[in-house]
Nanobody, 126 residues
Framework: QVQLVESGGGLVQAGGSLRLSCAASGRTFSNYAMGWFRQAPGKEREFVSAINWSGTSTYYSDSVKGRFTISRDNSKNTVYLQMNSLKPEDTAVYYC???????????????????WGQGTQVTVSS
């Protein structure tokens, strides 16, 4: 059974920073790409960022590029999302997910991921 547990969310003022963590268990973590998604109330789940199995390739949505940084530590089975210069429109529940198959293709599509965490709330006040 694969388990993903996010942490690090909270309430922060605009311009502030948060670091999300996602701890994985139950699978060979280092074999698969990982992604972060978010979902705001009344909106569809939105791709935020992804990282390949080794951490050498990363990808970001245009809305977070230059402000967020994804990384991973395979020795700790953990992926991180450093979020800087936060804006009120970043407010959402953030989810990490593990890619369904090997490779880095179609990484922005939720359907390419088969295991999801429970989410962590990020609220950015103006």
């Amino acid at each position: 059974q694969v388990q993903l547990v996010e942490s690090g969310g909270g309430l922060v003022q605009a311009g502030g920073s948060l670091r999300l963590s996602c701890a994985a268990s139950g699978r060979t973590f280092s074999n698969y790409a990982m992604g972060w998604f978010r979902q705001a109330p009344g909106k569809e789940r939105e791709f935020v960022s992804a990282i390949n199995w080794s951490g050498t390739s990363t990808y970001y949505s245009d809305s977070v590029k230059g402000r967020f940084t994804i990384s991973r530590d395979n020795s700790k089975n953990t992926v991180y999302l450093q979020m800087n210069s936060l804006k009120p429109e970043d407010t959402a529940v953030y989810y990490c997910a593990t890619k369904r198959s090997y490779g880095f293709g179609q990484i922005s599509l939720p359907g390419e991921y088969n295991y999801w965490g429970q989410g962590t709330q990020v609220t950015v006040s103006s």
